[in-house]
């Protein structure tokens, strides 16, 4: 059991210092967000020392929050959050890249958390892909079966249990085809594809699925220069 017991601190203690270089943070002491964020169609506000993240109730579209960066493939992100109510659905970790055209929105991968499960996705030549038409072609519901089986290992599911109310801290990192997730010290899992391996991210997002959902101390690290 020490054994065991080594092996996890160890992998815990490299998981947390492979990313020693700070790039940007946010413990939103200020109300009011800084102006390096940016929004799309957010309703979100910052109050009382957190991100309080809100879709609007008319909004087509889920909050976005969002931080531009320069362009960088190795990046880790870290988040404290919690689901306030039941009403939280999830939240979504995206890392984008606005000036790549061949997916849509320039969507590079994916973290999405909800209560019981951290999903893992690669967009760029996964389901936002605009290659050849497949995003049209799924908005579309025309997908053949080739194309839903590829799509399917485009992501992967990885089952957990959050507590409501309570607060947990997030860190996703994408170190070449690879993202790795870890909530409270814990190692959820990782998921390797090729898109993931965009060498430009620049664009790390939190978007709010819909409500009834806090962040605290954001920050975005890279690999040591």
Same mark, same amino acid.
């Given at each position: 059991?020490?054994f @065991? *017991? #080594? ?5 815990t203690a ?7 270089r700070v790039?940007f943070?946010?413990?939103f002491a200020?109300?009011?967000f !800084?102006?390096a964020?940016?929004?799309?169609? #957010?309703? #979100?506000?910052?109050?009382g020392?957190? *991100?309080v993240?809100i879709?609007a109730?008319?909004?087509? $579209? ?10 960088? +493939?190795? @990046?880790? &992100?870290? &988040? %404290?959050f919690r ?11 995206w890392?984008? =890249?606005?000036?790549? %055209?061949?997916s ?5 991968? +994916? ?10 996705? =690669?967009?760029?030549?996964g389901?936002?892909?605009?290659? !050849?038409?497949?995003?049209?072609? %799924?908005?579309?519901n +025309?997908l053949?079966?080739a194309e ?10 990885h089952?957990? %249990?959050?507590s409501?109310q309570?607060? $947990?801290?997030? &860190?996703v +990192?994408? @170190? ?7 909530? =409270?010290?814990k ?14 991210k620049?664009?790390?997002? *939190?978007?709010?699925?819909a409500?009834?959902?806090?962040? =605290? ?9």
């Amino acid at each position: 059991m020490k054994f @065991l *017991l #080594s092996i996890f601190l160890i992998s815990t203690a490299a998981f947390a210092t492979e990313y020693p270089r700070v790039i940007f943070s946010d413990d939103f002491a200020a109300d009011g967000f !800084g102006k390096a964020w940016g929004h799309y169609k #957010s309703a #979100s506000v910052v109050k009382g020392g957190v *991100l309080v993240g809100i879709t609007a109730p008319t909004s087509d $579209h889920s909050a976005v929050d969002h931080i531009r960066i320069t362009g960088e +493939q190795n @990046l880790a &992100v870290s &988040v %404290k959050f919690r689901f306030v109510s039941e009403k939280a659905k999830s939240f979504n970790v995206w890392f984008d =890249d606005k000036n790549y %055209k061949g997916s849509h929105a320039g969507h590079i991968c +994916q973290a999405s958390i909800s209560p019981t499960g951290v999903n893992l996705a =690669d967009a760029k030549t996964g389901g936002f892909d605009l290659t !050849g038409g497949l995003y049209d072609r %799924k908005k579309a519901n +025309q997908l053949t079966d080739a194309e839903k089986k590829m799509l399917a290992a485009k992501a992967s599911r990885h089952a957990t %249990k959050l507590s409501l109310q309570e607060w $947990h801290t997030l &860190v996703v +990192q994408t @170190l070449g085809d690879e993202m790795t997730v870890m909530i =409270d010290g814990k190692a959820i899992g990782s998921f390797k594809s090729a898109g993931i391996s965009h060498e430009t991210k620049s664009l790390i997002s *939190l978007t709010t699925n819909a409500v009834d959902v806090e962040y =605290d101390d954001f920050s975005i690290k890279g690999l040591a220069k």
